[in-house]
């Protein structure tokens, strides 16, 4: 079973920045796109930000110039480089992992923007 580990949330006044990392227990080029989700209370999952294998990138409209993500092969591991936060980017940030078969899932970490 993969295991992905998520590191690097905390409490931030807005503007500030926060860089997740999501490292798997797997090879990273086990999987053909990771990314981040986030859980913000009484609303749905949501995508914030993907790369696939190829360093092709998608991001949500909403963090689209404050938020990159990339990946790092040498220390097998994912980064989401959040700038410009604001109080609505509080939230429980989700590491997600997909390969053909299966779609694996962080134990999430909290990110708290305050204004």
């Known amino acids: 079973q993969v295991q992905l580990v998520e590191s690097g949330g905390g409490l931030v006044q807005a503007g500030g920045s926060l860089r997740l990392s999501c490292t798997p227990s797997?090879?990273?080029?086990?999987?053909?796109?990771m990314g981040w989700y986030r859980q913000a209370p009484g609303k749905q999952r949501e995508l914030v930000a993907a790369?696939?294998?190829?360093?092709?990138?998608n991001y949500a409209d909403s963090v689209k110039g404050r938020f990159t993500i990339s990946r790092d092969n040498a220390k097998n591991a994912v980064h989401l480089q959040m700038n410009s936060l604001k109080p609505e980017d509080t939230a429980v940030y989700y590491c997600n992992a997909i390969t053909v078969r299966n779609h694996y899932w962080g134990q999430g970490t909290q990110v708290t923007v305050s204004s």
């Open positions: 790369i696939t294998s190829g360093d092709s990138t």
């Open positions: 797997a090879n990273i080029f086990s999987f053909y796109t």
